[in-house]
């Protein structure tokens, strides 16, 4: 008796004595519970247990032979169904752990950090993660302009050579210190609303929102490209509003 095709039934999740009882009634053909036991070499009660699972998956039929009862194999096709079978289950399967595995990756990554190193880290972040030509929009209030000494040597530099473009929203006063640049638009909160004196600023870039408090010397960025996009288009309607 070939040894492969038990492999590829034990591959298809039978144990090896299951095997080797269908293989065994292929073989020999319609076979009582003796004859089973002498061509396997598997002990009688094991046979006894094991038949009925068989039995259940169609992989063997019972014989009626006057007071006695023979086994016999069923069809291979019968072995192609179970596989069809196991094949729907685990694509299915596979579909859900996909979805699990995407909501994984969707759950916003929030880190908080303290000092100027963090704060430079934030800025030094956004020009080089973004790619070239990107665009990144930053809320920066009066006494933000304190900013300038956490943002990195190279910051500049780097976000010229990408041609990275920037939308400000900032308030009257600070919009006049602003010199005109390409890729710079710059946009003022009116006076009458708010005087947007705060020494805070909030940069979206790429997947990510960062907010930075001057004050306090600590940054936190939120990680997720949904909740990044939904920023970008508050952000736009409001820059377009004013």
Do not use: C, W
């Amino acid at each position: 008796m070939k040894t492969q095709p038990m492999t590829i039934l034990e591959k298809l999740g039978f144990n090896t004595s299951e095997s080797a009882i269908y293989f065994a009634l292929l073989d020999i053909g319609p076979a009582s519970i003796s004859d089973v036991v002498r061509k396997t070499g598997i002990h009688r009660p094991t046979v006894y247990k094991l038949l009925p699972g068989l039995i259940e998956k169609e992989l063997v039929g019972i014989m009626p032979t006057g007071k006695y009862k023979k086994y016999v194999a069923g069809s291979p096709e019968r072995l192609e169904k179970i596989f069809t079978e196991l094949e729907y289950d685990f694509k299915a399967e596979i579909a859900n752990l996909h979805e699990i595995y995407s909501s994984r990756d969707k759950k916003p990554v929030i880190t908080y950090s303290e000092g100027g190193k963090a704060i430079t880290h934030v800025f030094s972040d956004l020009v080089h993660s973004l790619k070239k030509g990107d665009m990144y929009f930053r809320y920066s209030s009066a006494l933000a302009l304190n900013r300038e000494k956490f943002i990195p040597k190279d910051y500049r530099s780097v976000r010229d050579k990408k041609g990275l473009e920037r939308l400000i929203i900032t308030n009257e006063s600070t919009r006049g210190l602003h010199v005109k640049r390409l890729g710079r638009e710059v946009k003022a909160v009116p006076a009458d609303f708010d005087l947007f004196e705060y020494n805070i600023s909030q940069l979206i870039y790429g997947n990510k929102v960062s907010l930075i408090d001057y004050n306090t010397k600590t940054a936190i960025t939120i990680e997720n490209a949904m909740i990044a996009e939904f920023q970008k288009k508050i952000f736009k309607l409001l820059f377009k509003k004013l």
